[in-house]
């Protein structure tokens, strides 16, 4: 099972990034994805997360309004368009599938981990 993250990069603060999620060799249809991201020194941190079918999602309370999560079960692909990105949002971001339909927070209930994207907002 491979799940491979990409869009990543450099942008100013303001600035707008779309970051995707492939999964390859099995289908997530049935199960809740998130996304996380690690900054240098710190612990993976939960960003959002999207149950299966879209039913619920949440937002970290720092980017609520700013990020949103969302999945295409058909191309088996989650992706979280940020918007109004600021410095404190550097870090490397990672997508990954959790162990049961509904998402959660914590890293140890997610099961499968795409590699991480970089995503640098200088000021």
């Known amino acids: 099972v491979q799940l491979q993250a990409f869009g990543g990069g450099l942008v100013q603060a303001g600035d707008s990034l779309r970051l995707s999620c492939i999964a390859s060799?099995?289908?997530?249809?049935?199960?809740?994805l998130g996304w996380f991201r690690q900054a240098p020194g710190k612990e993976r941190e939960f960003i959002a997360g999207i149950s299966w079918g879209g039913r619920g999602t949440a937002y970290m309370p720092s980017v609520e309004g700013r990020f949103t999560i969302s999945r295409d079960d058909a191309k088996n692909a989650v992706y979280l368009q940020m918007n109004n990105l600021k410095p404190e949002d550097t870090a490397v971001y990672y997508c990954?599938?959790?162990?049961?339909?509904?998402?959660?927070?914590?890293?140890?209930?997610?099961?499968?981990w795409g590699q991480g994207t970089l995503v640098t907002v200088s000021s």
């Open positions: 990954a599938a959790h162990r049961s339909s509904i998402y959660s927070t914590a890293t140890s209930d997610y099961r499968y």
């Open positions: 060799r099995r289908t997530f249809s049935n199960n809740a």
